[in-house]
Each structure stands twice: as structure tokens, then as C-alpha cells.
């Protein structure tokens, strides 16, 4: 459900300023410079909304004399790159609404993402480096060069990673690694190498060097005894922070060729992590917190799809572990028109398309599985597998220059919890041995570092339970109200201890299999989320009804879906959307589990 003029202003009025997406203009006469740097920064982002005939220096009053009509008038005028009062080069698309609020007109302007081609657009009167916005919060940044040099080359052909790096040459080469790329591409496609009888010619055939023997950028990434000779930072940089302090606690440097630095960014974090007891019923096992796979694909995307042109030589892949998530950051934005908002929908968009080419005849040595596999299956892999181990799909966020994954660490009583039944897919946890050790002793103690976290959720939590107690009286005064006096409901509990026997039931258990806390005839966690949303009345966000329940978020996320599918709970954005909230649409059958 998308929000109205009256819920950005009232949210706006809350924080006394404008945010990522909205800005509230108070022109009445003239548009300011503040108007085309919004629109420059908006369209060259994800788009944003503009309202105008609000005081910003009076709690966003209604403006007195504020016309509609005029500044509706002006603003056209100016976005019309033909015209003579042109102020933006590149504007992007626009639509105008007039809007009542407080019994005062305002006038609401939806500015959406310009055309990836067209991009950056830019105030005239600054040109291309001096009026090129982005948005930082509420706040309109110039575009740095190397952002704008990003945004002017998403679309075209990037041959970055072929050029030749001046100073290698053959010796700089690890030439039993090339041999099992050449013969790993042999298997997998022996049409491949028809014709290159011999390794130099192997070799220019999979481009590790080029046709006068000069080793490319690529090749010496790929196949290099040590390529940080050449490039110091095109490492993966692993950093531990506290929460606390600016600088990290531990910084690790993973370098080597490309597959070298992921198996030991991996190896870094299998140390970093914390580890969950799992059992099967007649084994346990050690997961990772974060599964494996998903890390490994999101540290493999970043340097396989990373930007590799010289503004970004000294910029590494960073791996960022915080107490409450691990985040993964490729240097370059997105490439070739691909959106945040596209991220899973299975297209493949290859900046670099021979480095992906090579990285499928490429092997990790912790795995022996191929680097990449060069259908755009990464992000898939991603979610199936955090979907697959009932865990909080990752964030996506893409700057000019800059790409991001986020993974939410679960908490931590789903670390500590000794032995615990798995009642999600087994097969996720114990078909790869490289991820998981089955084992029969206690799960290792949580890492120090979980303190931090620990205070921060119990303040959360605190919070949490005083909001939820409102809603709870809410929803007790209306089921009252509703409901017969000989049969009144029981109401909604404000808060319950998270119980691990919550988790979603494995497929194909049967209703006598379900835990005791969610069978029919007691309040289920559905019902108790359905009658939350239904007191609220309004879109709430996951982890606010998750606090308010006292759930873990891989139960409330299992749980909510099914509310979902059912059509008794809307979600009002994409899974990957950080503005994703849910909001009550309809009664569910008594009993539907």
C-alpha cells in the first residue's frame, strides 16, 4: 500500500526534514536552485517525490499564497530541455499532482529514475561535474567524477578487465592454475579451444593474454602468482567493527589470485561468524549464521562484477562484519540498465563479460566448485538459500559508484540455542560438507564480539515491549468489541518468548507434527500477527512486529509469508525493498495454519 500525501507529511513533520525520497520545497513565487538539485539527484538515483506549498520553516504549514497552477506552470517549463527556460540537461520523466492538505492546496511532482542511457542529469548553468546530484539521506550531494564517469559508461561496452597490464609478462604467470582453467574449459565446452594446439595459444584463447603474448588485466587476476605486484588494492578487505569505533577491531587482506582472496575471505569469516547448532533428529551439525553459499556468492559477484576502470584500481572489494550485519561492497554501480528493484529477477548484465567467461573454468579450492556460473543465477542463489534456511533476505543498495549487499545477522538466542530440531529444509544444512561439520559435542561459545549486540537488543526489545503493550490494548479493545460476550477472543499477546519450536515446519510434516504452539485451538503466531496488523491500521515494518511479538525474524518472516499467500496480510513492496512493510487486508480461515 503505498503511502499518501497526508502519511509522507505527517512522517516528514515527525523528523522535521525531508529524506531519501522526498523533499518538501517551500517556494511560493520562484523555483530555487534547491528544486533542480532535487531533480538532478532524484532522477539519478531510484526518483523521489517533490511537494511544494509547505512552510519547511513552520512544521511544514500550509504556504499563504501559495498557486498551484503557477509553480505547476514554471517547474514544466523549466524541465522542458527544448524550451528556452530549460534549467536541466537529461531531465528525467515527471508527473504533476494537485493535492489538498489541511485545507491547502500543495502540489506533489513524482520525479522518476532517469533512463540508465541518459543518465547523469545535471543542472545547465553547472555542467556535467559541477550540476550532477545524487541523494544522501535528505541532503543533495555532487556527483564525484569518478561517480559521474560511472553513470556515463553503465551502458556501454567496458573492456577494462582485457587491457594489458604494462609490466607483467608470462613468469608472472601460475601456470599449473592456468593448465586447469584450460582443461576445466576443455570439459565444459571442447569447442572452446578447436584449433589451439598449443598453450600460448590456450592461452590467448581464454584471454588470459592477448595475440602479442602480453598478459591481460584479467589473466594476471585470474591466473597470477601475486597480482597485488601490480595492483596493491585489488584485494577483498575483511573488517571487524565493535559498533563502537570508527576504526575496526580486526582488518584482514585477502589477496592472491581471485579465487585465493574468496577462499580466504571465506575462511575469514568462518572464523568471524558465529556458529548455530542444527540437528536432523539423528546428527548434528554447525551452520554458519549467515549460510555459507549466499556469503560466497555475494563475494563472488563483487569481484567478478566489480568495476575494474582506472578511477577504481585502488579501491578494493570490503567484506564489513558489525554486530548486527555483514555487508559486502563491490567498487562500481550497477552495469547495463540492471535496478535494485530488478536484482532477482534471473537477467544477466556482465560488465565484465570475459572475466565472468574465465571465472566458469575457475575453481575454489575450499569447494572445487566453479567461481561464477555466468547466468545470472548469483542473487538467486542468494535468496534461495537465505529462504531456504528461514533467514532475512539480503539488502541490495547500488550508488553510482558503489554496490552493496546487506545480510542481517539473526539474533542471537538462535546462536546460542544448544541442539535445536531444524524444522525447515534439512537437505540445505547437511548435503555440503564444506559448509557444515556434523559433529556431537556443544556448539562453540558465541565470540566476544556478541556484547556489543547483546546490550543494543535488550534496549531494542525494551522499547519494543512498551509499543507492543499499546497495540496489544488496541486489539484487546476491539476484539471486544466485536466479539459476543459468551465467546469473546482471547486477545492478542503483546509479547511472548521466542520459542525455537516457532520455526516453520519441515515439508511434508503433518498437522500432529506441528508444535504445540501453533496448533488449532490455540492462538497461532499468524493469528497473533493478523490481529497486530489489524489493531495497528496502518503498514507496519518486519522488525517492529517482530519486537512487538517477542519473534525471532526467520519465524516472523515463515510466518508472515503464509499470511501473505493467503491474502490476509499485503506486502507493500518487493522482498528486496528496504521500505517493505505489511498491512492487514482480510480475516483468515479459524485455524489456518
Known amino acids: 500500500m503505498p503511502e499518501t500525501i497526508r502519511d509522507v507529511v505527517d512522517r516528514l513533520r515527525g523528523i522535521g526534514t525531508g529524506d531519501a525520497f522526498h523533499e518538501i520545497e517551500s517556494c511560493s513565487h520562484t523555483l530555487g536552485r534547491s528544486v533542480w538539485e532535487s531533480v538532478s539527484a532524484f532522477g539519478n538515483a531510484r526518483g523521489g517525490m517533490l511537494v511544494f506549498g509547505l512552510d519547511a520553516e513552520n512544521g511544514f504549514a500550509p504556504l499563504s499564497g501559495f498557486s498551484p497552477d503557477e509553480t505547476a506552470e514554471r517547474f514544466s517549463a523549466a524541465m522542458n530541455d527544448a524550451g528556452p527556460s530549460a534549467v536541466l540537461v537529461n531531465p528525467p520523466q515527471y508527473a504533476i499532482r494537485r493535492l489538498e492538505l489541511d485545507g491547502a492546496p500543495v502540489l506533489a511532482v513524482d520525479v522518476r529514475e532517469l533512463d540508465a542511457r541518459l543518465k547523469p542529469c545535471f543542472l545547465a548553468e553547472g555542467g556535467l561535474q559541477n550540476g550532477s546530484y545524487k541523494r544522501v539521506g535528505p541532503d543533495n550531494i555532487k556527483l564525484t567524477s569518478a561517480e559521474i ?40 565446452s571442447p569447442r572452446a579451444l578447436r584449433g589451439a594446439e598449443t598453450q600460448s595459444a590456450q592461452l590467448e584463447r581464454l584471454n588470459i593474454v592477448d595475440k602479442k603474448g602480453d598478459v591481460r588485466l584479467m589473466g594476471l587476476l585470474a591466473a597470477g602468482f601475486y597480482p597485488q605486484q601490480f595492483f596493491p588494492r585489488l584485494v577483498i578487505a575483511v573488517s571487524v567493527h565493535d559498533g563502537v569505533s570508527a576504526r ?6 585477502c589477496d592472491g589470485s581471485l579465487s585465493e582472496m574468496i577462499d580466504d575471505a571465506l575462511g575469514a569469516l568462518s572464523r568471524i561468524l558465529r556458529r548455530r547448532s542444527a540437528s536432523d533428529g539423528h546428527r548434528h551439525a554447525d551452520e554458519w549464521e549467515i549460510p555459507r ?25 570490503s567484506v564489513d562484519v558489525y554486530p548486527e550485519k555483514v555487508v559486502v561492497s563491490s567498487p562500481g554501480g550497477l552495469w547495463g540498465g540492471k535496478t535494485v528493484d530488478g536484482m532477482d529477477d534471473g537477467t544477466s548484465r556482465c560488465r565484465n563479460a570475459r572475466l565472468m567467461q ?61 541442539a535445536r530440531t531444524l524444522p525447515y529444509r534439512q537437505d540445505a544444512l547437511f548435503a555440503d560438507g564444506a559448509d557444515d561439520k556434523v559433529r556431537e559435542e556443544p556448539p562453540a561459545p558465541v565470540a566476544a564480539l556478541d556484547d556489543a549486540y547483546v546490550e543494543a537488543e535488550r534496549s531494542d526489545r525494551a522499547a519494543a515491549a512498551e509499543w507492543a503493550a499499546g497495540i496489544a490494548e488496541k486489539a484487546a479493545a476491539r476484539a471486544a468489541a466485536e466479539q459476543p460476550a459468551a465467546s469473546q477472543a482471547r486477545p492478542p499477546r503483546a509479547k511472548a518468548a521466542a520459542r525455537i519450536d516457532d520455526a516453520p515446519a519441515a515439508s511434508g510434516a503433518s498437522e500432529q507434527d506441528a508444535p504445540a504452539a501453533v496448533r488449532p485451538g490455540k492462538e497461532s503466531i499468524e493469528e497473533r500477527i493478523a490481529a497486530l496488523l489489524k489493531a495497528a491500521g496502518e503498514p507496519l515494518g518486519a522488525r517492529d512486529i517482530a519486537d512487538g511479538l517477542g519473534l525471532e525474524m526467520p519465524v516472523f518472516r515463515y510466518r508472515v509469508k503464509k499470511l501473505v499467500d493467503a491474502g490476509v496480510v499485503a506486502a507493500t513492496a518487493a522482498p528486496t525493498s528496504k521500505k517493505r512493510k505489511y498491512v492487514f487486508v482480510g480475516d483468515a480461515a479459524d485455524g489456518d495454519e
Open 293 to 317: 553459499k549466499a556469503l560466497r556468492e555475494a563475494i563472488a559477484n563483487a569481484v567478478v562484477h566489480r568495476e575494474y576502470g582506472r578511477y577504481f584500481l585502488g579501491w578494493p572489494v
Open 149 to 188: 564517469n560511472e553513470l556515463k559508461a553503465a551502458v556501454l561496452p567496458n573492456d577494462a578487465e582485457a587491457e594489458a597490464v604494462a609490466e607483467a609478462d608470462m613468469d608472472d604467470l601460475d601456470m599449473a592454475l592456468a593448465a586447469a582453467m584450460i582443461e576445466r574449459r576443455r570439459r565444459k
Open 248 to 253: 575496526p577491531v580486526e582488518h584482514i587482506v
Open 358 to 418: 574465465l571465472m566458469e573454468s575457475t575453481s575454489l579450492a575450499s569447494d572445487g566448485g566453479c567461481v561464477a556460473h555466468g547466468c545470472g543465477s548469483g542473487v538467486a542463489a542468494m535468496l534461495d538459500e537465505m529462504d531456504a534456511h528461514a533467514l532475512a533476505r539480503p539488502e541490495f543498495d547500488a550508488s553510482p559508484d558503489l554496490f552493496q549487499v546487506t545480510f542481517e545477522r539473526p539474533a542471537l538466542s538462535g546462536a546460542r540455542s544448544s
